[in-house]
């Protein structure tokens, strides 16, 4: 039996500002985004903002009323308790996110988070119904000594478990090969090509629903020059976006270009 090829919809386009901006700075970034684009170019919650945590009510505010999602960029583990400086998802929920990354390389590298402490925020994530976007890639050192499956498979074990799937609502996984990241230097097309299909491969492995409700997204040095080429591929239902989304008319080009798509 043949199987169907699966069916995308709109892209999902993640802005993560990473700790960037200021309130001058980042209340002309939503002026300028709003007067861009707003509800013109893509459909209805297909943005995604990731401002620091500490502007995400100020920009939930702001962009109150608009198409425009908010999410967090990082969430702590454990759901409340003796923590300084931490933040739940459940507090994330509570200012307007509906969604949150984890997962992502700066986390993994600056602050040591393991898989495992990553699996412990998504199920805190998932608990309270955030929609996690889960970063998974490989370095450049295992790249080029042909670790790239076998580093992306180790990384999505424990996402793809049974304690986590019967409650998520929605699971977005990102590649970000490191390499790539801020580099200027994104993947080839073929290198996300074929990564993403072993994605989707694994996926397929544990559970054909999952590969199916699963988006996977791209995300490593996206431009308004390669953002088209890289929406083409088969397996990409979007893309996660750095230095770009700082940019307002960049990040307008990249959205506008998405919904010819």
């Not at 069916?7 to 700790?19: C, D, E, F, R, S």
């Not at 939930?60 to 931490?86: F, M």
């Not at 990384?155 to 090969?177: G, R, T």
């Amino acid at each position: 039996m043949l199987e169907m090829p699966k069916q995308k919809g709109p892209p999902i386009l993640v802005a993560n500002w990473k700790m960037n901006g200021n309130l001058q700075s980042i209340n002309r970034l939503l002026c300028d985004l709003k007067r861009d684009f707003l509800d013109k170019e893509l459909g209805s919650g297909q943005v995604v903002i990731l401002p620091p945590h500490v502007y995400l009510q100020i920009v939930a505010k702001d962009l109150s009323g608009t198409s425009i999602l908010i999410g967090a960029q990082d969430a702590d583990e454990r759901e409340t308790g003796p923590v300084t400086g931490g933040v739940s998802a459940k507090m994330l929920l509570d200012v307007g996110c509906e969604y949150v990354l984890l997962g992502h390389s700066e986390r993994r590298n600056l602050f040591n988070e393991g898989d495992g402490v990553i699996f412990q925020k998504l199920k805190q994530a998932v608990k309270v119904g955030l929609k996690a976007i889960v970063c998974v890639g490989e370095t450049l050192e295992q790249r080029n000594s042909g670790q790239v499956l076998e580093v992306i498979s180790n990384q999505l074990k424990p996402i793809i478990s049974q304690e986590i799937l019967p409650q998520s609502e929605e699971l977005l996984i990102a590649y970000e090969p490191i390499w790539a990241i801020g580099s200027n230097k994104s993947a080839t097309i073929h290198q996300i090509g074929y990564a993403l299909s072993e994605i989707r491969k694994i996926l397929r492995d544990v559970d054909i629903n999952l590969s199916d409700s699963t988006k996977i997204l791209y995300g490593g040095s996206v431009t308004e020059k390669n953002i088209a080429e890289i929406l083409a591929l088969d397996e990409v239902d979007g893309a996660l976006i750095g230095g770009a989304s700082l940019d307002p008319k960049s990040f307008s080009k990249i959205c506008r270009i998405a919904k010819t798509i």
